[in-house]
């Protein structure tokens, strides 16, 4: 099919880095093989953009933390990200999260290529924004539940060692899911060992206050998330965890646990090779020749044709018409027409 790969090659070109297919797509074909090229093919682009940023001086615009992979379990129908998903199988999505996590991170002793990062901890699945929105939403759950089909591909991507975790926005039986001690302290780090750093999702620690009205002020969001076990705040307007030094001098946080919550971010940090020379760390010879590489072009096309479904219109079950002979059919089909059009027009 040389023709049919150029045009989708084509098209994985436009916004300057290779585009794969999402998880929820590639999770039915069930190989750890394919999850893993992947995301090694991304850290390395990742991996790129930050090489030559520091090549060139240029700083603050890409980073090494990554943000994936997704591994919530897909149960609401009307969830707006179940596409980012590996589905609904716990013990599925825990195996595919591990190779994301390998490829991603390399397998060097001391060094990582990027940081995976599990994401959202935990039981975030919806609902979108009926009959409430997902920022405000109490996720009310058994142990039994929590235990057998919300926890288990998150244990699988943290012992696969990724080095962060990002906490939801919603709350988990009343309690905030970044200000949730016994999910962030108890089960992250004492049960499973982890060793990564905990990040709040954009706004949850706002969220805190202005949605789950479990505090009244951002320094005490602050100390809730800080003590929980929250390590860094991805904000959303002005950060909450600028109060963090306020709160110290009031004595409601202790500057032990301020410290103890900054190591796990600097040691992953160091992890990256952040403070060491380049020619010490492997993964700085990654140049932009990594980028929409032939080789991660390729990549991607297999990957996609690897996730085909095809239907047999059987005694006319489909309603369409009987005249059409092939149709495809997803919102991502009028996307990749839509760019290929500007693309071939010269409007992109």
Not at 147 to 166: D, E, I
Not at 181 to 210: C, H, M, P
Not at 296 to 324: D, E, I, R, Y
Not at 335 to 345: A, D, M, P, R, S
Request: hydrophobic share 35%.
């Amino acid at each position: 099919m040389p023709r049919a790969s150029s045009r989708l090659e084509t098209t994985l070109q436009i916004c300057n880095i290779v585009v794969y297919v999402s998880l929820l797509i590639q999770s039915p074909v069930c190989s750890t093989a394919l999850i893993y090229n992947v995301s090694e093919a991304i850290s390395k682009e990742v991996r790129a953009f930050y090489n030559d940023d520091i090549h060139h001086a240029k700083y603050g615009r890409h980073g090494l933390s990554c943000f994936d992979p997704v591994v919530n379990i897909a149960r609401h129908p009307l969830w707006g990200r179940i596409q980012e998903t590996y589905g609904e199988d716990p013990y599925l999505s825990g195996q595919l999260s591990r190779q994301y996590v390998y490829g991603l991170q390399g397998d060097h002793p001391r060094y990582l290529r990027t940081n995976a990062g599990c994401k959202h901890f935990d039981v975030h699945s919806g609902p979108e924004n009926i009959p409430v929105p997902r920022f405000s939403f109490n996720a009310k759950v058994s142990e039994r539940d929590m235990r057998m089909t919300y926890l288990p591909q998150f244990k699988a991507c943290v012992q696969a060692g990724s080095y962060n975790v990002m906490c939801s926005y919603n709350r988990i039986n009343g309690i905030p899911s970044c200000a949730h001690r016994g999910l962030l302290t108890d089960v992250l780090r004492n049960e499973w060992g982890f060793q990564g750093f905990v990040i709040s999702d954009s706004g949850a620690i706002k969220n805190i206050v202005t949605e789950h009205k479990y505090n009244s002020t951002p320094e005490d969001a602050a100390v809730s998330a800080v003590n929980a076990g929250c390590n860094m705040e991805l904000r959303r307007g002005t950060p909450y965890y600028y109060a963090i030094g306020q709160a110290v001098l009031d004595g409601k946080l202790s500057e032990d646990v301020v410290r103890e919550n900054l190591k796990p971010i600097m040691y992953t940090r160091f992890r990256l090779g952040e403070f060491d020379p380049p020619k010490m760390n492997p993964y700085s010879e990654i140049t932009m020749s990594e980028v929409l590489s032939r080789e991660h072009q390729q990549l991607a096309v297999m990957a996609a044709l690897k996730t085909f479904v095809l239907l047999k219109n059987l005694n006319g079950m489909l309603p369409v018409k009987k005249s059409l002979e092939r149709l495809a059919v997803g919102s991502f089909i009028i996307t990749f027409y839509i760019y290929y059009i500007f693309k071939v027009l010269n409007w992109y």
